[in-house]
């Protein structure tokens, strides 16, 4: 009795690991296709659960964009972003902010509630680093999976203009005592 | 050394005045969701003003006795006095080239402290309202909405699109700056920042060097009131009365920046519920 109880274990674990490994082989393949297809298969593996993938699959998805640039392609990121965030894998936040960041614009590093001077300004050399470093995603999103080059000179613009006017106004502030 | 280290600090100086440039992008579009960021109230207009009349006095002070300096210039060099050791006429020439070098150095001395006023003054009046408008009373967030609500898809061919060496005549610079913001004050929601932060800027510059040439002409006049005794003309005499003429008379344009592609208005963009 003892035996075959310790058989059927043995034969029970033996088939969990393989359901593991080949959960794990399943999230961990590569998508494929041009990106309706690859959107198609990392929603199809999300919904499966593997969650754990996101940003592989997001960096992924950039990755086959980038090889089929198209102006509609902010669209179907929009539309994936949207989808994963309904479905409770990412917050509404971190969809926002990742679209923001490669495909709009407007910079997320530079976002607040509160006034420049008390804000911005005490911290503006990590800000303009944080606006550089982001200007590389959207040069990745806006002119490499995009193709939409008018929009990226205007992001490039936008930090030259940020600089300059953060740079006059934070030393107005620190000239009045902020 | 002295002489040199004058020279350079005038020049700087002369170079640091026209500086201020009009962003192409800075013309905006009229962002009626932003808020109404007022820059440029009268007080800060009639400073600009001012400070280009100032400026337009300075150029015609010195336009005369440039000429003066030039047309000495051309008949030193016409008369072979190069290396023409113990000439007499050729000494008398130099000295007379001297003195209206040491003229022209006491017309920027005498007109400095005016220049000095009003850009200070203008730097003032600027820094207050960048610190009220932009840094007090506006977010990061709709600092960066000013911005972009500001960016237009004209670019206006006949003004410098960043800072730099125009080859415009200072008053003139001025004047387009008065122009500019004056045409521009009572739009709706438009907060010409980048304008603003551009002339702060250029501001506290010349304000610094101004101060920094007051001292240098000193030395500058003694050097050269030594120099009258030997009768000598240095290159870099020369060298100023160039730079002078070229950035206050504009006789030499600078090179224009490459503008970034302009914003083409065609089919409707896309536009993600995402978006910021």
Do not use: W
Not at chain 1, 99 to 121: A, E, H, I, M, P
Not at chain 2, 91 to 103: C, D, N, P, S, V
Request: aromatic share 6%; hydrophobic share 40%; proline share 4%.
């Amino acid at each position: 009795m003892i035996r075959s109880i310790a058989a059927a274990l043995t034969v029970a674990l033996a088939l969990s690991a393989c359901t593991t490994t080949e959960n794990t082989s399943y999230c961990a393949a590569p998508l494929t296709g041009n990106l309706e297809s690859a959107i198609r298969s990392a929603e199809s593996r999300l919904a499966d659960g593997c969650t754990y993938h996101f940003d592989s699959y997001f960096q992924s998805l950039l990755s086959t964009a980038e090889n089929n640039p198209d102006p509609s392609n902010p669209m179907l990121f929009s539309d994936f972003l949207m989808g994963v965030q309904d479905r409770g894998i990412i917050s509404q936040r971190q969809a926002q902010s990742l679209y923001n960041r490669y495909f709009n614009v407007k910079f997320v590093s530079l976002q607040g509630d509160y006034n420049t001077c008390s804000q911005t300004c005490p911290v503006r050399d990590q800000v303009m680093s944080d606006m550089r470093a982001e200007l590389h995603d959207k040069e990745m999103g806006l002119l490499r999976a995009s193709a939409d080059s008018q929009s990226f000179y205007r992001a490039d613009n936008l930090l030259k203009e940020t600089e300059l006017v953060l740079e006059a106004t934070c030393r107005a502030c620190d000239a009045g005592g902020r | 050394m002295q002489l040199r280290s004058s020279l350079d600090s005038l020049q700087r100086l002369l170079l640091a005045l026209p500086l201020i440039a009009l962003s192409a992008t800075s013309f905006a579009a009229p962002n009626s969701s932003g808020p109404v960021v007022r820059l440029f109230p009268t007080t800060v207009l009639e400073d600009i003003r001012e400070t280009g009349q100032v400026a337009a006095d300075m150029e015609n002070n010195l336009q005369e006795v440039i000429h003066r300096l030039d047309l000495q210039q051309q008949l030193y060099t016409e008369s072979l006095c190069q290396g023409a050791d113990g000439d007499q006429g050729c000494e008398r020439i130099a000295k007379q080239l001297g003195a209206t070098y040491l003229e022209m150095l006491n017309a920027m001395s005498d007109r400095l402290p005016e220049m000095e006023h009003a850009v200070n003054s203008t730097r003032a009046s600027l820094e207050k309202r960048l610190r009220e408008e932009l840094g007090q009373r506006t977010t990061p967030t709709s600092l960066q909405n000013a911005l972009l609500g500001e960016t237009t898809p004209a670019v206006k061919q006949d003004k410098p699109a960043l800072r730099g060496r125009s080859g415009v005549r200072l008053s003139d610079r001025f004047k387009q700056y008065y122009e500019l913001v004056a045409t521009h004050r009572d739009g709706p929601g438009q907060s010409l920042a980048v304008v603003a932060a551009d002339i702060y800027l250029d501001m506290e510059e010349a304000s610094t060097l101004i101060a920094a040439t007051q001292q240098e002409i000193a030395r500058a006049s003694l050097m050269e009131q030594l120099n009258q005794s030997f009768g000598m003309i240095t290159p870099e005499m020369a060298a100023v009365v160039g730079g002078v003429k070229e950035i206050l008379f504009g006789e030499s344009g600078g090179e224009a920046p490459i503008a970034s592609p302009p914003y083409v208005i065609g089919e409707t963009p896309f536009v993600s519920p995402l978006a910021m």
